[in-house]
């Protein structure tokens, strides 16, 4: 019985589809919502805050939903590992926001899938084959339309969702290679404890070594002080809170639903929230090349992943 549903799941192509636009409709409006705060809260009071309202929530479903799965993930140095590079991803790709377009961001960060189909090839031994290089090829040279690194203009934030990519594709090889057995519900949970250390841990570091005047008025939402939490500010931090639970448990549930080859197509759907939310909140209206540069990174994710 316990096959033929799990059979069942993986083949509910509508749920998986359903389940994977939701998750990015969440993801893409909380790191709008971050973006959008990012002149109030600082990144540690949002890394601080947010987990702590979300790991009671993820621990209380485990609990009552899962009750024979351990807290204490199978392999615990692999998961920790995981859940470092992960939250070190969050780190660069949030102190990114507040200096580039969040079209350009989310862009350079889709490149994700390149550096899988890459780090699977050389870490797992995967066959790249011809179509997995055109893909990287297409790829890059979407995020050199999109960062244009000759331009007089070129911004060095651009690079940080470059990084942020990089860390996903070795925390999702992780993933498949050594946290396979692991419950998504305990890897989330660890995620969310981890960005919480790193939160305190940047709050201590401000507290105890505070930055120059000028390093505080350049990277205030790096080493600026927190602000006060009244019921708006404890409304947008729930909400960050409920988009990151949102999108990590329906992200699980697609990918439990369908084949990864056509789910993460719809992935993709990320990069279309991002341009509607980057048009509503901050009037943001992509260049020609912008808008050619991701539609090259589509292409290419979209290859890399159906390869």
Partial sequence: MSQASSHARSDNISLAISAIVMAVFALSL??????????????????????????????????????????????????????????????????????????????????????????????????????????????????????????????????????????????????????????????????????LGLGVALTALVWFWPPSAQAVDTYQFLFGPWVPMGAEQWLAMALLAAAIITGGVAT???????????????DFAYLAFVAFWGILFFAEIPETTTIIGMVLIVTAGILAVRR
Avoid at 46 to 62: C, D, E, Q
Avoid at 252 to 266: E, F, K, R
């Fill in 30 to 195: 909380g790191d709008a919502l971050i973006k959008y705060l990012s002149a109030d809260f600082t990144l540690a009071q949002i890394f601080v805050l947010r987990s702590a309202l979300a790991i009671p929530v993820l621990v209380a479903v485990l609990m009552i939903r899962y009750r024979d799965v351990s807290l204490r993930p199978v392999s615990v140095g692999w998961t920790t590992a995981r859940s470092l590079m992960l939250g070190v991803m969050w780190l660069a790709y949030y102190s990114a926001l507040p200096h580039v377009e969040f079209s350009i961001a989310a862009a350079a960060f889709y490149t994700l899938p390149l550096f899988i189909t890459l780090f699977a090839g050389l870490f797992l031994g995967e066959k790249v084959g011809v179509q997995g290089w055109v893909a990287v090829c297409l790829g890059f040279g979407g995020v050199l339309l999109i960062l244009n690194p000759q331009a007089d203009d070129f911004n060095v934030y651009g690079l940080l969702p470059l990084l942020s990519a990089v860390l996903y594709a070795f925390a999702m090889i992780l993933t498949r290679s050594k946290c396979k057995g692991e419950s998504p519900l305990v890897l989330a949970i660890s995620m969310n404890v981890v960005m």
């Fill in 252 to 266: 699980a549930i697609a990918y439990q639903a369908g084949a990864p080859s056509i789910v993460a197509t719809y």
